[in-house]
């Protein structure tokens, strides 16, 4: 095959899929999969779903893109419902998870500018994040993986270790602006905060006049069980990054934030040519419509529990092999002892799509519609694939 011109920044794929309805994937040569990656936590409604196949085709028959210089109901109908159903009384409509932490990190900055404290510029974010791949999004990381060869590290960020308060307390400063989080850590290995942690990050915020920022591209749109992780604990935060599911499959993310923490936001300093395009907002409501209703998050739970379960059920059957389970909702996570690249080709060759996360992490992030028979057949692969990795390690 001639090389791909295509720039290698990407493993190749280890096949070529060409189709996708609900949760299965088939790829060129007519194999299914079961589709537990579901574009890395993103088809919330699984492939094609005919409710979103509907909204984009309807749209795409009358208007695709007019700009931000003439902004759209639909778009200002999308905000209204999203602030709706959040601590947030503002949004900014972006394509990507990296575009929303950039404007998530802008608007924290903008708003001690504009109290007069333009000093305030340190963003600590923690350990095992991932906020995309900008120069914001890296910096706010701080992953030496991402941030090798790019140059200096960016002045304003800092970086604490995940879950210790008191190293938090001790870091904060007088040009602390913002504390950056993702309630469940994805990338990071399905690491999510206590309630308890949460709380205390605010107060600490409260205290200093801080931003607090969630960064749930991942754990948001449902994944967790609520709408987003932090109902849970029930912190809200002054800012945050939504992107991947509140799409459903279709770039789209969004900054949401209060009317106090945007105060610096206003006409001409921020934009994007696309966010907020209307195929993108058409799609976006037919997710929240779908999303929002009780029903949808009462299955999310159904399922985590019974994949939770039944993950237990597998430590307790490879205990040599399995360390811990993580994580919430369908943001899943087993900690392995070996590499789970391992596990992932195994499943991946017994029909079952899994991704990894830090760690050693086998993460398992469905569309959120699965149903109890999906969930039994992707544990029957995951335990094909663990008894294949122990018999293989026995005959090492
Ligand atoms: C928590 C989190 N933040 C930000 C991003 C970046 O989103 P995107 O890849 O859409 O830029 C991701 C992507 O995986 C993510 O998981």
Request: with cysteine; glycine share 12%.
């Amino acid at each position: 095959m001639s090389q791909s011109p295509l720039m290698p920044v990407y493993p190749p794929s280890p096949a070529n899929f060409v189709e996708g309805r609900g949760v299965e994937l088939f790829d060129d040569k007519g194999n299914r999969y079961l589709d537990f990656v579901a574009g890395i936590a993103t088809n919330c409604l699984g492939h094609a779903s005919p409710i979103l196949v509907d909204a984009l085709t309807k749209q795409a028959n009358k208007l695709w893109h007019v700009s931000n210089s003439y902004q759209t109901e639909l778009q200002k109908t999308l905000a209204e419902k999203w602030t709706s159903v959040t601590f947030a009384d503002v949004v900014f409509f972006t394509n990507s998870g990296t575009e929303a932490i950039e404007a998530c990190l802008k608007t924290a900055r903008k708003y001690h500018f504009e109290k007069g404290k333009p000093e305030k510029i340190d963003i600590i974010g923690f350990d095992g994040a991932f906020h995309g791949r900008s120069y914001g999004g890296i910096n706010a990381a701080a992953n030496p993986n991402y941030l090798h060869g790019f140059g200096p590290a960016l002045p304003g960020f800092k970086q604490c270790k995940f879950g210790d308060l008191d190293a938090l307390k001790a870091m904060i400063d007088e040009k602390t602006a913002g504390i950056i989080l993702e309630p469940i850590q994805g990338e990071g290995g399905c690491r999510a905060a206590t309630d308890e942690y949460l709380k205390g990050i605010r107060e600490l915020c409260d205290a200093n006049d801080i931003l607090l920022i969630y960064d749930e591209v991942q754990s948001g749109a449902g994944r967790s069980g609520k709408l987003f992780a932090h109902e849970w604990s029930g912190v809200t935060p002054d800012i945050m990054a939504a992107a991947k599911g509140i799409g459903g499959g279709f770039p789209m993310g969004a900054c949401l934030a209060t009317e106090k923490a945007a105060v610096g936001m206003v006409k001409g300093v921020h934009g994007s040519t696309f966010g907020g395009n209307p195929l993108a907002m058409a799609v976006g409501h037919a997710v929240f419509g779908e999303i929002t209703k009780p029903e949808f998050l009462e299955n999310v739970n159904a399922m985590a529990n019974s994949i939770a379960q039944a993950f237990e059920g597998l430590k307790d059957t490879y205990p040599e092999l399995i360390e811990e389970v993580r994580g919430k909702g369908l943001l899943r996570g087993i900690k392995l002892t070996i590499d789970p690249q391992i596990v992932r080709t195994k499943a991946f060759n017994n029909g079952l799509l899994v991704a990894v996360a830090g760690g050693n992490v086998l993460r398992v992030v469905p569309p959120l519609i699965i149903t109890q028979d999906d969930v039994s057949e992707a544990v029957a692969i995951l335990d094909k694939a663990l008894a294949e990795t122990r018999e293989e390690l026995k005959n090492k």
